[in-house]
């Protein structure tokens, strides 16, 4: 396993979750947050470049932020005040390089579930 995803779970709206994932593809590369709605693929919702360079999906702005540890190879990310239509599969990811999102590796996914 490249990547080990953790922290998921089953959270009131409004309440907070926090994931990690740790690996060494992280390394030198971009990492990302993706979430799968059931029927979808996965998409993009938060990631940061090895450079610090961010980026959020509009659903999950202000209120999730992502963060790294380059020396233990982490990828964290922070999710408040969250809301039923945050329930979804979340996966982690390490780029294609340290400013490109998007490679072929994954982390397992992890469930989070918001009730309302």
């Known amino acids: 396993v490249q990547l080990q995803a953790s922290g998921g779970g089953l959270v009131q709206a409004g309440g907070s979750l926090t994931l990690s994932c740790v690996g060494s593809?992280?390394?030198?590369?971009?990492g990302g947050w993706y979430r799968q709605f059931p029927g979808d693929s996965r998409r993009l919702v938060a990631g940061?470049?090895?450079?610090?360079?961010?980026y959020y999906h509009d659903s999950v702005k202000g209120r999730f932020n992502i963060s790294r540890d380059n020396a233990k190879n982490t990828l964290t990310l922070q999710m408040n005040d969250l809301k039923p239509e945050d329930t979804a599969v979340y996966y982690c990811?390490?780029?294609?390089?340290?400013?490109?999102?998007?490679?072929?590796?994954w982390g397992q996914g992890t469930q989070v579930t918001v009730s309302s």
């Open positions: 593809m992280l390394s030198g590369n971009a």
């Open positions: 990811n390490a780029g294609l390089s340290g400013d490109r999102y998007g490679g072929p590796f």
């Open positions: 940061l470049t090895t450079t610090g360079n961010n």
